[in-house]
């Protein structure tokens, strides 16, 4: 009996405490796998931490502007490419290291600072350097500087405020004269003087349309990109130039030559804009040369190149001029270019169309002996939108009783 109940005790003894240990088991499992789970929660979010930090690197490393982060003391915890030349810098970059250095310590102190520097090169660059301060809930985290390269920025504003100024120049001329005219016409009683007056008034507006013609053709040739192409044939657009320009060179007694040999000469071209720069580079070798002159239009192939070449034996353009004279409202001698009726803005107008087809412009130009420009365009080689249309060639220019600009193969 007494056994049986030992034995019932130590049963009971041992479930107690095979129960025990298995608890203690499933205790010490249940932290081990606590353990394991929070250790794993770790090394996802130390992953996703160091993921996004990595991240945001590359993001401030490709950043166009320059990056310079400190911390509370002022120190520099991080610079992007961007800002790196500028810590290296010895002479005048330096500067705007300081400028940094300095702008940091001020935003670190809670303030948002910013200012221009002026680094007279060359280049000259105009940079602006901001900083602020990195702080939330209270807590500071530093500064950051931001550095802007604003030279381009600010040569477009100025150019933008010139080209204002420019034009309401050029249009408040022939407005005022107009006004005159009209004023002095008003009072005028004798017929002869009143038609002569209102000859000037004629001349003026027709300069006044002119220019505004002229801005018109401009703003279309900026804004679009010679959206409508087609596969055009160049004589075909130098014989269109040549019957604009007929009037002008026959009031001079200016003949044109026109070689434009059979040849491939397509080019895949906005017809209308290929047509107002080669009308603008004859136009000006007509105005720019004297009576009786000669002028010439050339059409060939170079390698994968149509190029049309137009030369005059006129007056010439000094070659510190030559640069320029392809910038809006650029006139190499003001006054005396007013009486031919121009405002500077024909070989703006063939710059930007070349550069709409991936062309060029090129001048050579000799004082007193004449100009040559031409225009560089990649030939195109589908066929032609209008097969076979052979080039017209307009009587232009010829003096009475010589014979009419022809081909010359
Ligand atoms: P403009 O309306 O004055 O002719 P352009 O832009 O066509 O303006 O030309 C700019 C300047 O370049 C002209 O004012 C002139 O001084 C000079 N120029 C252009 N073409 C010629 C040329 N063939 N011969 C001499 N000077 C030229």
Redesign the pocket.
Known sequence: MIAGLVALAVAAGLAVVGAVAWQRHRHFAGVAEDRRRNDEWHRRHEGEVVESETRLRLSLDAAKQGVVVADASGAVLYRNPCARPFAEARHGEALVEAVVAELLAEAARGQAVEREVELYGPPRRILFVSARPLRRDGRDYGAVALIDDITESQRLDAMRRDFISNISHELRTPMGALSLLAETLAGETDPEVASRLACRVQVEAIRLSGILDDLLELSRIESSDASERSVVDVRNVVADALSRVGPAAEEKRISIEASLPVLDLRVRADRRQLASAVF?LLD??V??SEADHQVRVAAARRGGCVEVEVS?R????PLRHQKR?FERF????RSR?RTRG???????IVRHVAANHGGEVKVESTVGEG?SFTLVLPAGNEPLADEGDEPELPETGQPRGQQPVGATA
């Open positions: 603008n000006n070798a105005k720019y005059d006129g007056y010439g353009i004279i650029y006139q190499v001698d270019e121009g405002v500077g803005l024909g070989l703006a100009s």
